[in-house]
Each structure stands twice: as structure tokens, then as C-alpha cells.
């Protein structure tokens, strides 16, 4: 009886620990489902929603445009305050050693040497600015003013010399004849077009006006939004960390951190030393240009600085305007500045730049030369000054995503490895490679006597 009683326990025991088994593998089975069953939800979600801003591009841009149009002053503020932080830093460490050296209380010393640190960031913005407009708007009035002095001057010499050369040919002719046409033609489009468009052309320039005086709005807005951003920055690092650690394990987090540190130094770096290299240039180009006595010096070399900000077209953008500007006044003069500015730029890409900015995006000329190309066609001027830090962030990542799946494969990491790698094996994952002979050793296979003649030696 006992040992029924036994058989019969160990039957159930049995019995409920398969029905255990089974409930367990058919609850394993429902959640692959689920997830299966997810994944493709969120895959047809996001190909209507691909399909709909394709065919619905125009109102997507539109919405997008609003959002964008809403958020400008934070936009605007959030890049003041990552550009004036290392103003702010260096400014607050030497307010903390003063303060520290006075024994004020820590909590109060740093609250101090924040504001102040703060404050005298803005300082510097509105300086800078400050320097900027009263370096800018001057020598373009005093340009302008030149320029309609002199202008009728030189197109009458021109058309005098013109005359000399022409007078004795059918060619004058033509030419005069071309200008009564072109005369008349501007004469009928001025009373036909352009009058009856006039309050047109009131209406943009009203609408102009008051873009820009939303913009100037935006910007003093954008000002507090810094302010504020550099006053909390700590607290907002730490509440944005706490909800990448809420969504996502800690080994994803750590690598989003990484990536946006590095994507920190190299924007950083790349911004900070392209505004240095380019306040250098636009100093040596003043300097240059007062020696060689260029027309609008100033103006000059305002134009061949800032557009030196761009890398690698840079100069040369700069140089067109430049060259315009003084080629009017004085044709030699220009060709002074032309090979002044070739000079110059060879000076920068191969000594001055390299020094300051070093290798802060880790791209080569080749990728620089396309980063500009591809996001200046598509974002116009911003995308050729940021298109370079902008891609080394996206060159960072991708070849971290590389270098982690050659690791899993248990392969190099080395480009050199792979340049003339034939194939890999799948099982012992050895390389082979292609029979490469340098030209070098062919010269010197050359020079070596053959061996009849080393019989004969």
C-alpha cells in the first residue's frame, strides 16, 4: 500500500511538472509571436508613414517648418550656449581661484563664480558682435561711397579707350546700336513691369523688414535661453542621462554617452579652432593688404576671414568678392590681392590650420572635400560650415559600428590589412592575399646583372 502510494505521488509530481514544462513553453511560444507580431505593426507603421511624407511632402515640410519656425529662439539659444561655454568655464575657473582665496564658502563661491562666469560670457558675445558691425558697416558705407565716386570716372575711361580702339571699325557701330537696344529695352521694362510691380516690391520689402526684425527678436530671446541653459547645464546632463538610462540597458547608454562626447570634441574642437584660424587669416590679410596699399583693406580682409570659416572653399569663395572689390578701383592692385591670396592660402592649409585645429574630425581631404560638397548643395552656406564636423560625427559612428563587427568575426581591425586581403577562410578566418610587387623592386630587379652576366663575372 505504501509503496502505491508512492507511485501514485510520484506520477502527479511528474504530471504537474510537465503541465509546468508545457505552460512554460507555450507562454515562450506566445511572446515570440507577440514580438513578431510587433516588429511587423511597427514596420508597416513606419512604411505608411515613409509613403505619407513622400506623398504628402509639401504639408510635412510645412508642419516641419512650423515646429521649426516655433523652436528658433531655443534653437538659437542652445547653440549660443554651446559656443560660449568654454568662455563661461574659463571665465568661472578664474572667478572660483579668487573667490577660493578669499574663503568664501564653497556652495556660494560656486554659485558666484557661475553667475559671473555667466555674465561674462554674454559680455564677450556682445563685444565680439559689437566689433564686428563696427568693422563691417563703416568700410562697406565708405566702400559704397567710393565706389559711386569713381565708378562713373572709370566707365568713362573705358569707354574712351573703347572709342580708340574701336573707332575705325563696323564694330563701334554695332556696339552702340547694341546699347540703344539694351537703353530702350530697360527704358519699356521700367515703365511696363516694374512700376505696376512696385507695391509688390513694397509689400517684400515690409515683409523683409519684419523678418529680420523677428530675427533680431529671436536672437536677444535665444540670449536668455543660453543664459539659462549655462546656469543649469549640470542638472540638465544629469536629468538627460536618467532617462537614457530609463529606456535603454546600461551597456546601449554607455555607448550613447561615448558617442556624444566624442561628437561634443569634435564639434568643439572643429567650431572653436576654424573661428581661431580664421581671426588669424583675417588679421594677416589686413596686415598684408595695408603693406601692399589695397583699396578697402578692411573690408577686404573682413570678407577673407569670415569666409575662410568654410574649409577647403573657403578662400577661394572669399577671394571672388574680394577681387571684385578692388579690381573696379584698381586692376593691378587686384592681381596684387589674387596671388596675396593664394599665398595666404597655402599658407593656412598647410601650416596655420593643421596646427590649430590638428585632426579634430579624423577626416581625411578626400571625405572633407565631400562633406562640404554634399551638405553645402543640400543646406547652402550652413551645410558647407558644419557638413565637416556634421560628417565626422556619422564617419565616428559607422566605423565604430565596423570595428565591432570585425571583432565579433574575430578579424582586424586594420585598413592597411585589407587593401590587397583575396579572401577570407569561414572556418580558420585566414587571409589571403594578392601577389603585389612594388615598382620600386622591378627598378631594382632591373639593376640587378643577370645571370649570364654573373657567369661571366
Not at 510537465?18 to 511560444?29: D, H, R
Not at 516694374?194 to 523683409?208: D, F, H, M, R
Not at 565616428?396 to 563587427?405: C, H, S
Amino acid at each position: 500500500m505504501i509503496d502505491e502510494e508512492i507511485r501514485r505521488q510520484t506520477e502527479k509530481t511528474i504530471e504537474q511538472k510537465s503541465e509546468k514544462e508545457l505552460a512554460y513553453l507555450q507562454g515562450l511560444e506566445t511572446k515570440k509571436y507577440v514580438k513578431i507580431g510587433i516588429t511587423a505593426f511597427i514596420t508597416v507603421v513606419c512604411c505608411i508613414l515613409f509613403f505619407f511624407i513622400i506623398l504628402r511632402f509639401d504639408g510635412f515640410t510645412d508642419v516641419w517648418g512650423k515646429i521649426f519656425t516655433a523652436a528658433q529662439p531655443i534653437i538659437i539659444g542652445l547653440v549660443l550656449a554651446y559656443m560660449l561655454n568654454p568662455v563661461m568655464r574659463f571665465c568661472e575657473g578664474i572667478i572660483l581661484k579668487f573667490l577660493h582665496r578669499r574663503k568664501v564658502k564653497e556652495k556660494k563661491a560656486k554659485k558666484m563664480a557661475r553667475s559671473l562666469g555667466v555674465a561674462s560670457s554674454v559680455i564677450f558675445l556682445f563685444l565680439i558682435l559689437g566689433l564686428l558691425i563696427a568693422a563691417i558697416v563703416p568700410a562697406t558705407i565708405s566702400s559704397i561711397a567710393s565706389l559711386t565716386e569713381t565708378l562713373p570716372t572709370y566707365v568713362d575711361n573705358f569707354t574712351d579707350k573703347l572709342d580708340d580702339v574701336l573707332k575705325n571699325t563696323n564694330l563701334a557701330h554695332t556696339i552702340e546700336s547694341a546699347m540703344d537696344y539694351i537703353t530702350n529695352w530697360f527704358q519699356n521694362y521700367v515703365e511696363h513691369t516694374l512700376k505696376p510691380q512696385a507695391q509688390v516690391y513694397v509689400a517684400q520689402i515690409t515683409s523683409g523688414v519684419i523678418s529680420i526684425v523677428k530675427v533680431i527678436a529671436n536672437f536677444l530671446i535665444g540670449i536668455f535661453v543660453a543664459v539659462y541653459v549655462m546656469m543649469i547645464q549640470e542638472t540638465l546632463t544629469g536629468q538627460s542621462k536618467k532617462i537614457l538610462y530609463t529606456i535603454f540597458k546600461p551597456k546601449r547608454a554607455n555607448i550613447i554617452i561615448k558617442t556624444v562626447r566624442k561628437s561634443s570634441d569634435i564639434f568643439g574642437g572643429f567650431i572653436t579652432g576654424k573661428i581661431l584660424d580664421s581671426a588669424i587669416i583675417g588679421v594677416i590679410a589686413y596686415i598684408g593688404c595695408c603693406i601692399m596699399r589695397i583699396p578697402d583693406s578692411l573690408l577686404v580682409s573682413i570678407i577673407i576671414g569670415i569666409t575662410n570659416i568654410i574649409p577647403f572653399f573657403g578662400p577661394f569663395i572669399g577671394a571672388i568678392p574680394a577681387l571684385l572689390l578692388v579690381v573696379i578701383q584698381s586692376p593691378i592692385h587686384a592681381l596684387y590681392l589674387l596671388i596675396f591670396i593664394l599665398i595666404l592660402q597655402q599658407v593656412d592649409g598647410n601650416i596655420i590650420g593643421p596646427k590649430i585645429l590638428g585632426n579634430s574630425t579624423g577626416l581625411s581631404s578626400f571625405w572633407v572635400m565631400f562633406s562640404i560638397l554634399v551638405f553645402g548643395g543640400m543646406f547652402g552656406f550652413a551645410g558647407m560650415v558644419f557638413g565637416v564636423p556634421v560628417f565626422g560625427v556619422i564617419y565616428y559612428i559607422v566605423q565604430q559600428l565596423v570595428n565591432y563587427g570585425l571583432g565579433k568575426r574575430g578579424l582586424p581591425k586594420e585598413t592597411t590589412k585589407y587593401i590587397y586581403l583575396e579572401a577570407v577562410n569561414e572556418e580558420s578566418k585566414e587571409m589571403s592575399f594578392l601577389e603585389y610587387e612594388s615598382p620600386y623592386s622591378k627598378e631594382e630587379k632591373a639593376k640587378e646583372p643577370s645571370k649570364e652576366e654573373k657567369k661571366e663575372s
